[in-house]
């Protein structure tokens, strides 16, 4: 597809892709992100209501925790969430559930994480949703984006293990304050959220009792998992619904690329995509439809949803009926590029009120552009597509293009082996089966990003909660009527588990005493 | 004893009593150390018999694991000294002992963990011991100490937890560069070294498999140990000697003031202490002899030592034969004056060699200094007396006393509850004995340190030992033939349970190819 001293190097945000398609002529590539949704529920509501949800405080946090250069002692405002509305009080030692926040605005995933919400009442558990540092609005440098964002000198202090240290540093001082040392702390997170929650239980055990670290790829990284699971899977959700569906996608990109040569085919694919600006590329509108395809598969989610985008249920299986709906691949081209679109218009415009797309689009409402920095230092998850049976166009993982990217891009060299050093990864059923406890890892067998999660029980209290028809931390959702059994069993499974964890510790405490 | 502005802290190194009796028209105060000892076994030894004993490597290390700002990826010369002469090989997954090297130069502990080398033939391990970053050769910006130890924009990098971070990113290349990534490695260390090695093992199970922590005070931080213990323990060491031994070392104190302000006093002590300067002052004399009293506490052997100084088997019960000998406390000044020679000479001359003593003594063996750095920031570690047993004058534990002192010394204030946030420690039973594994924790109960070790089994795998008439790590030491029987048998409990180890290891190993 790429033609001439061209990058081609995606990276995924776990909730968004970052397309670094990049000529060196290029300015600085932006990722491109849908538009903003609120959780249905949570959309319908008004604005108070919403602030009765949680409230909003703010921590004194220490800028680098690791150093004791004067630099370091630099402080930001870190902010929290907090509902204290079913807690039961630190008198009995009631538990605390904790988010560890992600990469973006922390009330975008409290307000998609029902879960904690819908069980705190049988908990009697205080609720605390921690913004991850760089985002939303726990920005150092006195919230200064301008600063903050600048380069690598003011944001190499952004890094997982930081958030961790973050993390325990709050939740120990919020303890002390509120009286309630003694009341177990259980971590909560989905997607990068999830990986923070589960390394958070392995690296603070003093701190949490218990993670349920939901559609977790903590093993998504280099010489661990094989850069192409990814679009396999995807390729694999879209194949199961029909075999026409998955050559439709599989032949579009050579089809888009003919029509695109052709005269008057690019009047012909701006005019069937609807696109607005005449002078786009090809692989711009390539990128655009392979977003539609990797969020639907990661949010294909029983019930309709808005969490990336406002999407039907099950969106996949919708597409493919977008595809299928009577013709069969290559009868008619236009038609072809039609059922594209209309498979596209699913996930952009389900609701059938945008009247044109800006492929370039780089709005980002959640506020994760920074994860293109994590993605240039530390969080190298290797994604690509070699597979002759993929979906998607042939685009090979070779490490050497994130690091010229990210060279390129913020004159930095990645540590692409640090996240296993200092996390594991590698044998990790070998390791973890004789160490540690109280994990659930969570994964929804159709979201691709389950390629690099934890699927196999390591021992009694480490377990691996597999949902086969389940996508991205599909678990942690509010819950709605329609869901099927299956989600409600396993949200039972994860309430009985975390239950046996603070049943357990309450014992050993009076034990203890 | 203090008059007039002045403050009166004293920092231990875990091997070097740093007395930071300062007042604000002082210099920067310097810690006072003994002269350079080497192990007996080893000082026989011709100097090409010491270079059998391991061969010294180098890694280049990376400045800050933590940070990915420019600086932090400049490098350093880590020094590590390696012994594979006993070495199974990785074909048979033999094992890897690594000594997790403390605040001092690496051959010096390495020439004092005889258990490792004496061990490795049963074990066919091969012997990696690395040393800490900042100590020894292991100094970042090129070596240079006049860069490195300048202040706190240079020293900031000393951290434990950048040093943890060093020895699993060392060790993970090293496996990788002998194609032993399957062989295990157990972890060893004693004194701040067995710190790191337990805290390795709870942070690093994915590199290490377990680990044996030798008189290692992880409790020893604010809120979890009383800052008096260490005094105390000392104390109950000449006390359960004889009672009057305990007498005339409480006493000395006033004795030794009321001297020095009578006509002829101050000359009387220099002579009789033997003091090489005319113009010292008592507190220098009393923090000399305070020095003799801890550190035969701390390495009250079994055997005759050579570890801080020359000494012989026992010599606690060696000062107070001295000081009973033929008279009772205060009988006779001058005579009691003597006595304390005696029993201070027991520690600080033993060989008989010394003329005279500077009680100013600034030399520094073993490159301990730095450890000043480590106290003023994380390692604040309480010590004081208060009791009105003790044999030392009262000397309360203040944080803002240390606090002040590093302001003044660094321009750093320290982060006192850092270490129990990262690494734990508060009711370590109940959060470990449900996580983690494989940690053995010796103790002696002669050593002072050993009140803020772990003295209680926490689970099956995570288990205590404790030696009543042990001292500092002496499970480490070199054998000798006259080691009695409880020391044989605690190094034949360690091995059996490294053994069991391995041999889980290789089981698992082996069950999940």
């Keep these: 597809m790429a033609i001439g001293l061209k990058f081609s190097i995606i990276i995924f945000s776990l909730f968004s892709m970052i397309d670094f398609t990049f000529t060196f002529s290029h300015t600085k590539p932006q990722p491109r992100f849908p538009s903003s949704p609120l959780h249905p529920e949570l959309q319908l509501s008004s604005a108070s209501d919403e602030k009765n949800l949680y409230k909003t405080k703010y921590f ?19 902010r929290y969430l907090i509902n ?116 958070f239980r392995l690296k603070y055990p003093h701190v949490a009792i218990g993670a349920l670290a939901s ?19 995807i390729t694999q959700d879209f194949r199961s619904v029909s075999e026409n569906c998955y050559k439709v996608l599989k032949g579009s990109w050579k089809l888009i690329e003919d029509t695109f040569s052709k005269k008057g085919g690019p009047k012909l694919l701006q005019k069937t995509f609807r696109i607005c600006n005449n002078d786009y590329d090809p692989d711009s509108l390539e990128g655009w439809l392979q977003t539609a395809w990797i969020y639907a598969a990661m949010t294909d989610y029983p019930t309709p949803s808005n969490f990336l985008n406002p999407m039907p249920a099950y969106p996949v299986r919708k597409m493919c009926e977008a595809i299928d709906r009577s013709s ?56 690509g597509s070699n597979n002759k049976e993929s979906i998607f166009p042939e685009s090979k993982w070779y490490y050497d293009d994130r690091s010229s990217y990210c060279q390129y891009a913020y004159n930095v060299t990645p540590r692409p082996h640090w996240i296993t050093t200092e996390f594991g990864g590698h044998d990790i059923k070998k390791v973890l089966r004789r160490f540690a406890s109280n994990i659930i890892f969570f994964n929804g067998l159709r979201d691709p990003w389950s390629g690099g999660g934890v699927l196999e029980n390591i021992s009694k209290t480490i377990v691996a909660i597999v949902a086969k028809e389940g996508a991205h931390h599909v678990d942690l959702r509010f819950s709605t009527k329609e869901d099927p059994k299956w989600l409600k ?18 014992e050993d405490l009076k034990f203890n005493n």
Aim: net charge negative.
């Design 489 to 506: 069993d396993i949200r039972k499974q994860e309430v009985k588990i975390i239950a046996s964890w603070i049943k357990q510790y309450h």
């Design 84 to 199: 204290d509305t079913y807690w039961g009080g630190f008198k009995n030692n009631a538990p605390i559930f904790v988010y560890t926040g992600n990469e973006g605005d922390i009330e975008w995933f409290t307000q998609n994480t029902g879960f904690m919400f819908e069980k705190a009442p049988h908990f009697k558990a205080l609720l605390v949703f921690i913004e991850h540092r760089y985002y939303g609005k726990s920005i150092p440098f006195d919230g200064d984006k301008n600063i903050a964002y600048a380069n690598s000198s003011t944001l190499g202090y952004l890094s997982s293990t930081q958030a961790l240290a973050d993390y325990a540093t709050l939740i120990i001082d919020l303890k002390k304050n509120l009286s309630a040392t003694d009341s177990p702390v259980v971590v909560f997170g989905g997607s990068y959220g999830g990986m923070l929650a589960a390394w």
């Design 215 to 233: 559609s977790a790829p903590i093993l998504h990284f280099m010489d661990v998992t094989s850069p192409y699971v990814f679009n396999n899977i």
């Design 60 to 78: 004194t946090q220490i800028l680098d925790h690791f150093n004791y250069n004067p630099q370091s002692y630099q402080t930001f405002q870190q």
């Design 328 to 383: 069969t691949w290559n009868n008619n081209n236009n038609n072809t590029l039609d059922k594209l679109y209309g498979a596209a218009n699913i996930y952009y415009n389900y609701t059938g009120t945008v009247k044109c797309f800006d492929l370039n689009d780089d709005s980002d409402p959640h506020g994760l552009q920074e994860w293109q920095w994590q993605a240039c230092t530390e969080m190298i998850m290797p994604l």
